[in-house]
């Protein structure tokens, strides 16, 4: 199994489970590209901050 697989099946998990699938996040870049990396970081941080508290 690759990693877009297990992504691809960790986000099933999550909507089975009743969590939101945008949690679970995938981006590429390599260690050339620090700008992709530094935008990355930048909307996986925003995309937290706009979801819902996990339920207890």
């Known amino acids: 199994m690759n990693t877009y ?9 999550f909507t089975h489970l009743g969590l939101a699938e ?11 590209e620090v700008e992709k990396f530094i935008k990355s970081v930048e909307d996986i941080t925003h995309k937290v ?8």
Request: overall charge positive; proline content about 11%; charged content about 30%.
């Open 5 to 13: 697989e297990h992504v691809k099946f960790l986000k099933r998990l």
């Open 22 to 32: 945008e949690r679970i996040q995938q981006y590429f870049c390599s260690a050339a």
């Open 49 to 56: 901050e706009l979801l819902p508290p996990l339920p207890k």
